[in-house]
């Protein structure tokens, strides 16, 4: 059996990792180190490593394991998920350049590309993604670049990742896919043609509110060569006791999403019937617009979903403060389960007439459903509906 053809959760524990040469530790060591003793100038860079700035060999195995589980030729991995998305952009676009977005994103990539990377030169168009001839119509003689983030941040809306990718290659431009929500065990943007994949590994790699981190994956030498030129210019690279961590949350990753997924669809199941929700939104329920296309390029639904209640913005404020099994705050993807309203926490940055016309309203209540019992999940959402 070799590393490739070995199933994802032997994967999930055993790419990109070896025994302890020297010591036979089973765990990757840390190897806090700024810099590498060389053997001579003739020499130099013969173990591979020089500066941590440029590699690290904690990072390296977590890169390794990655680019397994994605199936890339190799991975980048970074300080944050927003080092990981500013560095794609900046390695795939110049000034002038122009770029096509999901209208739906994480707001932190909303901001970098509107506030940020637009005052360096860079265009865009946001369009729905969810429609792949709205791509093939934005695309300009200067578009270097497409983006989607599927399934997004927080509508849930998804983007079919081959047909896009067709149409990305027929004009020769790169597509990345943000494939944080689903990870590479439920869904493999670049075996559906995707050129770049990448993630906040703060979310379902690491699981437990650990670190926070980023990771690109590339199917092609080039573009992940520039990738990583950029990174070590920023020195925006990941830390190596982050990466010992992550690479221990890697190993229950699967099993984390399997149990999570199934509490999110007992969750959304629920909110479905309670007399005080508006509407709920989960990719695994068959009132779901997109779920053929769900079923059709992943292989399972997440965690994630949302919902709205009846009373609008108070009564979704209410609902959020009155919880107390789900935790108020921003992240996602973790063991413990939270709730986020994501137009003042999220996307606060993100102007209220692109929200709304995105889909992102003002009473939206973003779950990510943990590992508790989910029997206790439902009561305590139960019990602070019934208060409104």
């Not at 089973?26 to 700024?34: A, D, G, M």
């Not at 692109?354 to 029997?375: C, F, K, P, Q, W």
Request: charged fraction near 20%.
């Amino acid at each position: 059996m070799t590393e490739r053809t070995a199933d994802f959760k032997t994967r999930e524990v055993h790419a990109g990792v070896a025994p302890d040469p020297v010591t036979g530790a089973i765990l990757t060591p840390i190897y806090q180190s700024t810099t590498y003793v060389q053997d001579s100038v003739d020499e130099y860079l013969a173990k591979g490593y020089s500066y941590t700035r440029s590699g690290n060999p904690t990072v390296v195995a977590l890169e390794n394991r990655i680019t397994s589980l994605e199936n890339g030729i190799g991975t980048a991995c970074f300080s944050t998920g927003m080092a990981a998305t500013s560095a794609l952009m900046m390695a795939l676009c110049n000034a002038g350049d122009h770029a096509v977005i999901s209208d739906v994103v994480y707001g932190g990539t909303h901001r970098l590309t509107t506030r940020v990377l637009s005052r360096f030169g860079l265009t865009y168009s946001m369009v729905d993604t969810s429609d792949p001839d709205n791509v093939r119509n934005a695309i300009r003689d200067n578009t270097r670049l497409i983006i989607t983030e599927t399934p997004a941040n927080p509508t849930l809306k998804i983007s079919d990742i081959a047909a896009i990718s067709e149409i990305a290659r027929g004009r020769d431009i790169p597509h990345a896919v943000d494939n944080t929500f689903l990870t590479p065990f439920y869904q493999k943007p670049l075996e559906l043609g995707a050129d770049i994949t990448w993630h906040s590994t703060t979310k379902f790699m690491d699981g437990h509110n650990v670190t926070v981190g980023g990771s690109v994956t590339c199917r092609d030498e080039q573009a992940l060569e520039d990738i990583r030129f950029v990174r070590n210019c920023l020195g925006s690279n990941m830390s190596p006791m982050v990466a010992f961590f992550t690479l221990q949350g890697c190993k229950t990753m699967s099993t984390r999403l399997e149990a999570q997924s199934a509490n999110a669809m007992r969750v959304a199941q629920f909110l479905e019937t309670h007399p005080m929700v508006e509407r709920v939104a989960y990719p695994g329920l068959e009132s779901f617009p997109q779920k053929a296309l769900v079923d059709q390029q992943a292989s399972g639904y997440g965690s994630m979903l949302w919902f709205e209640v009846r009373g609008g913005v108070e009564s979704g404020k209410k609902l959020m403060d009155t919880l107390e099994l789900w935790s108020l705050a921003e992240n996602l993807g973790s063991v413990e389960s939270l709730v986020t309203h994501s137009v003042t926490m999220t996307h606060a940055d993100m102007p209220r007439e692109e929200r709304i016309a995105a889909g992102i309203t003002d009473g939206l209540v973003r779950l990510s459903t943990g590992l508790e019992a989910a029997d206790d999940l439902i009561a305590d959402l139960k019990q602070a509906l019934d208060r409104l």
